[in-house]
């Protein structure tokens, strides 16, 4: 028990129990091939309705962006709001966790997360829900981010949008796999010329970062559960272009390439 966690002690046995049947759907699903197995994982990937009626004070809604690479997202609205009020809310786009290669949008614990936010934050939340790997290596997933970012660019009367969002006070958020992506589609944000989106700030949520050298960190995960080096290491393998290692500034942004 040496190597695990502080954290993973103090969860609650319910948090604790969810974790480790989604782990156990993990290494069902993930092949020798290093593929995975998408039919089995799902019954272990509960997923969330959107909700036209206000659930928990917000509501929630889909929308296409891209067909023709499942690219859609989940708009949350809270429902609390005057209109005196409302024209202040912040727009946040969030980017889920899972490795990059597990996890929907409309899963169970993205949705929750995103619903907090909206509600506590009183503010709009677009919930992205980019392609994963293996099937789709970086840069697939900060491409569907910006695309969301200059679909409300450039879309911002559908309906459904809320109209009095502030535009000028936007951040890109995520968690884990999803805090990496934050930063790297703000990168890719601030070289562009947006007239109607102002991005202000990013938050990331334990960003899943990675480099040649162990850090600290790494090394009091090996043999710990849920999450380990280990398989740390094999998300790398997926996520990054082949051929390359975990110093890319994909994984290791301040390294040395």
């Known amino acids: ?13 319910k948090t604790k129990l969810a974790m480790s049947i989604f782990s156990f759907g993990i290494k069902l699903s993930f092949r020798s091939d290093v593929s995975i197995n998408r039919r089995l994982m799902s019954f272990f990937d509960f997923k969330a309705p959107p909700s036209a009626k206000p659930t928990d004070a917000v509501k929630s809604s889909d929308f296409n962006v891209d067909p023709s690479c499942n690219l859609w997202f ?9 209109d005196d009020n409302a024209v202040n809310m912040p727009l946040i786009f969030y980017f889920h966790g899972g490795g990059f290669a597990w996890v929907q949008a409309n899963s169970i614990g993205s949705d929750n997360i995103c619903r907090r936010l909206a509600k506590e934050l009183n503010s ?3 919930s992205i829900n980019y392609r994963n790997t ?5 840069p697939s997933q900060v491409k569907d981010g910006f695309d969301v970012l200059s679909f409300i660019e450039n879309n911002t009367n559908f309906e459904g949008f809320p109209k ?5 006070n936007c951040f890109i958020a995520g968690d884990s796999a999803g805090g990496n992506l934050a930063h790297h589609v703000a990168v890719k944000a601030c070289e562009s010329e947006f007239k109607n989106l102002k991005i202000i700030g990013v938050i990331a949520i334990q960003p899943f970062f990675g480099g040649q050298e162990r850090t600290e960190a790494e090394t009091r995960l090996v043999g710990a559960p ?9 998300l790398w393998r997926m996520f990054l272009p082949e051929g390359v290692d975990r110093d890319h500034p994909a994984a290791n942004i301040f390294g040395p390439k």
């Open 1 to 13: 028990m040496s190597n695990v966690p502080s954290t993973w002690t103090n969860l609650s046995w």
């Open 74 to 82: 989940r708009l949350y609205i809270p429902s609390t709001n005057s």
């Open 124 to 126: 709009v939340v677009i």
């Open 134 to 138: 293996p099937e789709h290596r970086y």
């Open 164 to 168: 009095l969002v502030n535009l000028n």
């Open 226 to 234: 849920f999450i380990n080096v280990q398989g740390t290491d094999g």
